[in-house]
């Protein structure tokens, strides 16, 4: 048998959750040394993944597989595609950063490393299983200590109520950190239900014999239960990629969630949204994903406009940068709506540079938190002289927001926007741009606000300090690999090829 | 021989790169500021020898010599590859680029001399970064690579505009820069993408030979080319993109001579240039291209003459003299634009360059603050007026030959109203560039500027004469160099695509040195004062100084366009999109209340409620029967 190495990756978060619980009971560092070496054994795991895989065989590799409930067709079945494979490695690499970002943690750290290794593990587990009831499971996982990271760890603002729904927002406390929290839960257990309900009808559909998604590819539903199970799919998976108009969890969740949160949140956890809907949407009901391309597209384009303009009008530096996430993801699911290879192609790229950029993001915002106090873009200003490292990290990782040839954010929209005019909706090219011209001003409006310009003359923000010791860790490592992507886009695109070619066949639509 | 000027090529462009790197990722080297420099001088001179021996490698008429790497993958061959083309244009942009690159580095040294060390290191970092991305547009084989070196150049300018980031001024020009440029470029972008799948490439050769052989479909083509130029007004500071370009002087003034004189903003022309064949197809887009670029020229040219900022004037001579190469090439004559490109990038570049070492020794851009300094710089004074004897299209000097090109090149396409505008604008060249010239080296001398600019330090020198050699060095090449072009085009006279009529060499001379004299009128004899000329032209006069309120459009397109959609759509967000939602979930923690009170503990209510129930399913149960 060979080595189980997605095993391996999956659960040595959820281990070293578990030793830090049991060993490591109030010695922070000691926390922190046992959470980093676990994010830096998936990290060289995953890296091990990237390269053993064999590109020229593709398809699924490294499979394990042994029988959990045989009566019920549940199985613990592991493998992993082109697609897979970056993911995998994308959510290493934020894991590896975010520990690094959430070294000043200061209450519960324990419990903290705990919750984020084991949330990491579920990710792992999604990208990674071919089972639909194990994945899941792992979903779920994912999902749910989200709740307890933000109500506990999360930090809150103030919104004043406005307009004819304002009575409501008393009532429910929106701006504090559990308000965000309870929203984040609800919304992403109310598309966990869609999820639910579109898994088992499929299920059922196949004879209720298996839960393998390989052998329910290959089962042919009718067109009308495709149509359904897929706009469950779309939906469920869809609120956790942030899809108008069900969206409003991210901006709240992301500002009120600590640093490391935001960063495996945003970077992470909503690329699983994308890849549910990528997965299970177009590989197990493609018919339904042809019908309802051209509601995904169009969709997508309100993300990406709608998104921009909602970010360009935030004050809050976190609010900017969670809204941007959703313009983004925009680019996400209108480039696989465009049912193209390159678009596809671009799809999955940008999930990965999506979730680089704003990991780095996130850091950043944290960093200059934990210096200025204040994520109020207004009030700062002339930062650059003060920090500089931070400075060029955050222009940076604007640059590769608005898709700036040389960083890996390039690459991937503009693959996006290839297959959006090879597609049936050749329209979609044009909110698309448009919204990568919007986040230019959006970002670089901030950029010069916060670094550029004279100093503030505001006392909180004299002699600020750069960046120092371990929290350039994750800045550097994270531009680096911007930058490495950008350059070598082959790096990513390949795999991510090998697994593109392969659905749109099964999709009917292959070359 | 190929594979050598291949390899040749390649070092040119590696070694800015490598420098780059070096000096971004070694703190204590950036930080240490002139060793960086070194680096930088190290790269730019391998570049530049590379550029001049691959030049005389190139023998008469040779094919284009083309490398390409595989980039992206996709299914069934890569998607896009990376490489080098080389053939004459290249090849003379080349030497374009790094000669003047390399004279403004070793200009740099000693202008920015009271930089501290660290600034200096980001400056060179910046310098070798733009000279790698500019070779990039300039030998790239594909569109992709173009436009992707074409994005990083915009970011250099980005970055060295704001290389003073502290003042306002400068971070403000730098963002409206960086839009404007890219809001030409998102049609570029687009174009781009059109292109790719109506003709199922990015290869310039590709692509030309496929329009040769007629293999692809033509009809949706004047969309594309419609949407290249957009590109190129942008980057080319074409009316009404141009506004960005006055206001990037904020940046040093050897970045205006680099970037925004000699190269970047020509970018825009030599993608025309580049694309010529696709042009060609789509004579309508041609035609518009000519007229804007004749309507450019003419406006910057008015702007010229109303602006007392020496390098302001410089920068709308830039826009102009673009508008002039962009309507040769829209009149059907791409060579004559790109000649123009050539002669203008090295005498722009002079005229920048002999403009900062004015500044720098009188510590003002403002023209008022300047005069006599023939006297106290007379090295720089005969620089300057070599380059603006060139500008200004004066037989024997480097402009001459190419501006006459363009107007023949306009003649002979047919455009009799863009011809006659440039004509105007030749007049109104010379008048404001000699008026700068009589002003600055001539006019009384000015006590010294009290308040020194921020960037333009007090100088070494003291006296404040002529600069040091690694200012004069630079300018003396750049002289000698307008001078030897504009001596070989007297001998040689370029074989013309087209013939020009007999008159119109008398008639541009005539005009240049009108426009002279009127200045010399003006502003030496002061025979006309200044003030009559002024209020002769009263109205154009007050439009020109509020810059054709073209500015303040695009201003309020941004303030009460984008930002106040962005705060109507931000508040629709948070009060009505997600007020929905809170309505439903205050509804539903009502609803809990209400519920709730259903359960009041008394035996009493649940007796009766029991009741009720087996009243209701009695009555339930026997409607069944």
């Not at chain 1, 993801?329 to 696989?336: D, N, Q, R, S, Y």
Request: hydrophobic share 55%; charged share 10%; aromatic share 14%.
């Amino acid at each position: 048998m060979e080595f189980p190495i997605l095993s391996l990756i999956t659960w040595t978060p959820f281990i070293a959750a578990l030793i830090i619980m049991a060993f490591a009971r109030h010695r922070p560092l000691m926390v922190r040394l046992v959470g980093t070496i676990g994010s830096s054994i998936t990290l060289v795991g995953s890296t091990w993944l990237y390269f053993a895989y064999d590109h020229a065989k593709a398809g699924y590799q490294f499979f394990e597989w042994f029988p959990l409930v045989p009566s019920l067709g549940i199985h613990y079945q592991l493998a992993v595609d082109g697609w897979g494979l970056v993911l995998v490695l994308l959510t290493a690499i934020i894991l590896f950063a975010g520990s690094f970002a959430s070294w000043t943690v200061k209450t519960r750290g324990q419990e903290f490393y705990a919750l984020l290794l084991l949330l990491v593990t579920g990710v792992f587990g999604v990208f990674v299983s071919l089972d639909l009831f194990v994945l899941f499971l792992f979903y779920e996982i994912a999902v749910l200590p989200m709740y307890l990271l933000i109500a506990i760890w999360g930090s809150s603002g103030e919104v004043l109520p406005q307009g004819v729904f304002g009575w409501a927002f008393k009532r429910t406390g929106v701006g504090t950190k559990e308000y965000a929290a309870m929203k984040l839960t609800l919304y992403l257990l109310l598309g966990s239900a869609f999820i639910l309900v579109g898994m088992l009808a499929l299920y059922t559909a196949a004879g209720s014999t298996t839960f393998s998604l390989l052998d329910l590819q290959q089962v042919k539903y009718s067109p009308a239960l495709q149509s359904w199970v897929f706009l469950f799919f779309y939906v469920g998976f869809g609120v956790l990629a942030g899809i108008f108009p069900l969206h409003t969890w991210s901006p709240d969740g992301h500002a009120s969630a600590p640093t490391a949160v935001s960063m495996l949140h945003a970077g992470v956890l909503m690329k699983l949204g994308a890849y549910g809907v990528l997965r299970l949407g177009f590989g197990l009901t493609p018919e339904g994903a042809l019908q309802w391309a051209w509601l995904v597209g169009s969709i997508a384009c309100i993300n990406i406009v709608y998104g921009a303009f909602s970010a360009m009008s935030q004050k809050d530096l976190k609010y900017v940068v969670a809204y941007s996430s959703v313009s983004h993801m925009g680019i996400v699911m209108l480039g696989m709506a465009t049912l193209t290879e390159q678009g596809i192609n671009g799809s999955v790229f940008q999930m990965v540079a999506h979730g680089i950029m704003t990991g780095l993001f996130f850091a950043l915002v944290g960093l200059v938190y934990e210096k200025a106090h204040s994520r109020e873009i207004f009030k700062m200003g002339g930062f650059a002289t003060m920090m500089p490292g931070i400075a060029t990290a955050f222009v940076v990782g604007g640059f590769s927001s608005l898709g700036l040839p040389g960083t890996a954010g390039f690459v991937a929209e503009f693959l996006a926007f290839l297959g959006a005019w090879q597609s049936a909706h050749s329209w979609w090219l044009f909110p698309g741009v448009t919204g990568a011209f919007l986040t230019a001003i959006y970002v670089l409006r901030v950029a010069k606000q916060i670094f550029f310009g004279p100093k503030s003359a505001d006392p909180h923000f004299q002699d600020l300090p750069d960046a120092k010791g371990t929290e350039w860790v994750a800045l550097v490592f994270l531009v680096c690999i911007l930058i490495l992507f950008g350059v070598f886009p082959m790096l990513m695109v390949k795999p991510i090829d090998t697994a593109t070619v392969a659905i749109l066949q099964h999709m009917g639509l292959g070359r | 021989m190929m594979n050598d000027r291949v390899t040749l090529i390649l070092l040119a462009l590696l070694a800015p790169v490598a420098s780059f790197l070096l000096i971004a990722a070694v703190p204590p080297l950036r930080r240490a500021g002139r060793p960086a420099a070194f680096v930088s001088f190290a790269a730019v001179l391998t570049s530049l020898a590379s550029a001049l021996r691959n030049w005389q490698l190139s023998g008469e008429g040779s094919e284009p010599i083309r490398a390409a790497w595989d980039w992206l993958p996709a299914q069934g061959g890569p998607l896009a590859t990376m490489g080098v083309l080389i053939d004459p244009q290249s090849t003379l942009m080349l030497i374009l680029v790094t000669l003047v690159a390399t004279l403004v580095q070793i200009y740099s040294l000693e202008y920015l001399h009271t930089e501290p060390p660290g600034a200096l290191g980001r400056y060179y970092a910046y310098q070798s970064l733009f000279v790698f991305s500019m070779m990039g547009v300039v030998i790239a084989p594909n569109l992709l690579q173009l436009f992707i070196c074409w994005e990083l150049v915009g970011v250099c300018s980005f970055l060295l505009i704001g290389f003073w980031y502290r003042k306002p001024e400068a971070a403000r020009a730098a963002l409206k820069a960086f839009w404007t440029t890219k809001a030409g470029d998102v049609g570029l972008l687009i174009g781009i993408v059109l292109l790719y799948r109506l003709a199922g490439t990015f290869d310039l050769l590709q692509l030309k030979h496929s329009i040769e052989s007629h293999t692809f479909e033509t009809a949706g083509l004047g969309l594309i080319t419609f949407c290249l130029y957009l590109g190129a007004m942008g980057k080319s500071a074409q009316f009404p993109l141009h506004v960005w370009l006055p206001d990037a002087m904020e940046g040093p003034t050897p970045v205006s001579a680099l970037i925004h004189a000699a190269t970047m903003v020509t970018a825009g022309v030599y993608l025309l240039v580049r694309t010529e064949f696709l042009f060609r197809e789509t004579p309508e887009v041609l035609a518009l291209v000519a007229w804007i670029g004749a309507i450019t020229a003419l406006m910057a040219a008015t702007l010229a003459c109303v602006q007392t900022d020496i390098k302001r004037v410089l920068a709308y001579s830039t826009v102009s003299q673009l508008g002039y190469m962009m309507t040769a090439i829209g009149a059907g004559f791409a060579g004559a634009g790109f000649l123009h490109l050539l002669t203008h990038g090295v005498f722009k570049a002079l005229l920048f360059l002999g403009a900062g070492a004015v500044i720098h020794a009188v510590h003002s851009n403002e023209m008022k603050d300047m005069g006599g300094l023939f006297k106290r710089m007379p090295q720089v004074a005969i620089v300057f007026i070599i380059g603006t004897l060139s500008l200004a299209g004066v037989p024997l000097f480097a402009g001459f030959a190419s501006k006459e090109e363009v107007l023949g090149a306009v003649l002979a396409g047919g455009f009799m109203g863009p011809f006659l505008m440039l004509l105007t604008a030749a007049f109104l060249t010379a008048f404001y560039m000699f008026r700068v010239v009589f002003v600055v080296f001539f006019g009384p001398a000015k006590p010294a500027h009290a308040h020194a600019d921020p960037h333009a330090h007090a100088d070494a020198h003291g006296t404040g004469g002529d600069p040091g050699l690694a200012m004069s060095g630079p300018l003396w090449v750049l002289a000698l160099s307008a001078l030897a072009i504009g001596g070989y085009f007297t001998l040689h006279h370029a074989e013309a695509e087209f013939t020009s009529p007999a008159w119109l060499t008398p008639a541009a001379v005539t005009v240049a040195l009108s426009g002279i004299f009127l200045a010399w009128l003006t502003y030496q004899r002061q025979t006309i004062s200044a003030d009559s000329l002024a209020s002769a032209f009263g109205p154009i006069r007050r439009a020109a100084l509020a810059k054709f309120w073209i500015d303040d459009i695009f201003e309020a397109i941004y303030r009460s366009g984008l930002l106040a959609l962005a705060r109507i759509i931000g508040w629709v967000d948070r009060y009505i999109v997600d007020g929905v939602l809170n309505v439903i979930s205050a509804w539903t923690l009502d609803g809990g209340d209400v519920l709730r009170r259903i359960q009041t503990g008394r035996v009493g209510d649940y007796i009766f409620a029991l009741a009720a129930g087996l009243v209701f399913l009695m009555l339930w149960m026997g409607g069944g029967f």
